[in-house]
């Protein structure tokens, strides 16, 4: 198992060109990420970084907990962004929706990188229970950027 102290955590910070002022993570959340990206058990990070096991755990969850609101914010932005925008009301049948994307596409002109199953899986998967089986049980946008990427954003209930 890896230490903490195996670990230049500055030289690892910069390898992967981590800059606190241009990130959502603090440097602490920076460092513990990186170190149990590694394997490094939490014990061993609260000894170099002088404090608890369970202060570490907090740090970790939400850095977590930031990245994964990164992510979200970028998914919004890019669908947002995006010269293709399908709305899919609830109802609507999965295997209806390759179809819808891929005429919206050719009117943009813009390329699907996905085949039909493909992307019934990507919009299932991103969708979570907002699909279930076949059938859409809440509005969703989805979105294709330029590149064909797709992106699937659910609306929120009210």
């Known amino acids: ?21 241009r990130n959502v993570l603090t440097r602490r959340q920076a460092e513990v990420l990186a170190l149990r990206e590694r394997d490094v058990p939490q014990a061993d990070i609260a000894q170099r ?7 570490v755990s907090s ?16 998914a919004f932005a890019e669908a947002l ?18 179809s819808r994307v891929y005429a919206a596409c050719d009117d943009a002109d813009v390329k699907v990188n996905q085949t039909a199953p493909e992307l019934m899986k990507s919009v299932s998967d991103a969708a979570g229970d907002a699909v279930s089986g076949r059938e859409v049980k809440r509005d969703l946008l989805v979105g294709v950027t330029i590149d064909g990427t797709v992106r699937v954003r659910r609306q929120e209930l009210d």
Request: proline share 3%; hydrophobic share 40%.
């Open 1 to 21: 198992m890896n230490e903490a102290n195996d670990y230049d955590i500055d030289a690892l910070l910069d390898q992967v060109g981590f800059e606190a002022d």
């Open 49 to 55: 970084l002088g404090t608890s096991r369970a202060n």
């Open 59 to 74: 740090i970790e969850t939400s850095a977590r907990t930031n990245v994964e609101k990164a992510r979200e914010t970028i």
């Open 81 to 98: 962004n995006a010269p293709v925008r399908v709305d899919v009301a609830a109802g609507v049948d999965l295997y209806d929706i390759p």
